[in-house]
């Protein structure tokens, strides 16, 4: 069977070894997972993050060797996007990042007059069922559905990360309130490792 476009494969390459990898971050210094909504009124929650933290580089820039191919970025802090960013739907990409580059901190970011305020969880997964005849209920965590209270749904996003299997316990994590027209940031909830790897919620 042919293969298309397996040149462009890592595993393809005669110089890279799939079974003594040891991940991205050489080239790629990636250390911040932010996971945030998708509306673009909100876009600029990984620069004002960045700038939160003070030492990350957002969105910096393509490293190229000297034939002009793409070999890296000088980038550390890279967004997830999602409805509502709600953790539920970060996990996959949580557990992927922790095997290409060593991230250090994982940041949920909930902003103000998010569209998952509009709605109950019930009315999303009713609506979906008149209109497509499909019962989605038992698909997604019913918490993460909308956001009812923004205090809790960080404190229940950060908890679901810290309970979650697919984050390392070493991982910090952070919830924070975005206010799309101050562009103030706020800190709602902090889960911090201590040296001997538990937990603990500011």
Known sequence: MTMKYSEFEFRTQPWFDQDNFQGFNEVIPMKTM??????????????????????EIYPGENILDERGNKIGHTRTLFA??????????????????????????????????????????DQLIGKYHDCHHTDISTMFD???L?????????????????????????????GFFYEINSGELIEVVRDVPSRDGTGRIA
């Not at 996971?35 to 876009?43: E, G, K, L, Q, T």
């Not at 990042?97 to 509009?118: K, P, R």
Request: hydrophobic share 40%; net charge neutral; charged share 20%.
């Open 146 to 174: 909308a956001i009812m209270n923004y205090e809790e749904s960080l404190r229940h996003d950060v908890k679901l990360l810290r309970d979650s299997p697919a984050v390392p316990k070493h991982i910090k994590l952070y």
């Open 142 to 144: 019913h918490d993460s």
């Open 34 to 55: 932010i996971i945030c909504c998708f509306d673009p009124r909100a876009s600029e929650v990984p620069q004002v993050v960045a700038k939160h933290f003070g030492d």
């Open 80 to 121: 997830v996007y999602c409805a509502a960013g709600r953790a539920a739907s970060g996990l996959q990409s949580a557990a992927t990042m922790d095997y290409l580059f060593s991230v250090q901190n994982i940041v949920v970011v909930h902003h103000s007059f998010c569209g998952a305020t509009a709605f109950r969880p």
